[in-house]
């Protein structure tokens, strides 16, 4: 299973939000800049953390001209909890059979116990212009993604 990297066009897939509204990325590849972060799960000290880096920046991916995406494997229930409790301001997409993720290429960590947190950016033309990997380093995901945006335009 190879990794999507830097210069890959972006796959197209469908998913459920939040909201349980089917969300087709399609729709929105050609017309925003992308960023979509894959985290292991809902409620969790780093993933809200990551989740809420995002929510604080949310206009400034706006003024960039980019949707922020979440996914993971958790439910449509859990993921409208969690944006709820977390008042997050952008969409979260569940991945219950990890599907997208497979087509991503994203391999667990830690001996595969734990789902890799990976966030890509994406250009407008749907071609992935940045990757970044950590499962630890949860605030360098919003800000290197918003970094490289700024850099796009």
């Known amino acids: 299973m ?11 897939f469908s998913l459920n939000d939040q909201h349980d509204h089917v969300f087709r990325l399609s729709e ?9 972060y894959f985290y292991p799960k809902d409620d969790t000290p780093g993933c809200t953390a990551e989740a809420c880096h995002f929510r604080d ?3 400034a991916f706006v ?17 409208r909890n969690f ?11 569940s991945d219950p059979d990890q599907e997208v993720r497979k087509l991503f290429g994203i391999r667990n960590d830690f001996f595969g116990l734990i789902p890799g947190r990976v966030t890509f950016v994406v250009d407008k033309a ?18 290197t993604a918003l970094e490289i945006l700024r850099n796009l335009s």
Do not use: C
Not at 66 to 78: L, R
Not at 133 to 141: A, E, L, Y
């Open 57 to 59: 920046e949310h206009q």
């Open 126 to 143: 749907g071609v992935i212009r940045h990757r970044f990997h950590s499962q630890w380093s949860m605030s360098k995901h919003m800000t």
């Open 83 to 93: 944006a709820r409790k977390n008042n997050l301001n952008y969409t979260l997409l």
């Open 63 to 79: 003024d960039n001209d980019a949707v922020v995406i979440g996914i993971s494997a958790d439910s449509t229930e859990s993921h």
């Open 2 to 12: 190879k990794i999507l990297d830097v210069g890959d066009k972006v796959p197209d």
């Open 28 to 36: 929105v590849t050609g017309t925003k800049n992308l960023v979509i």
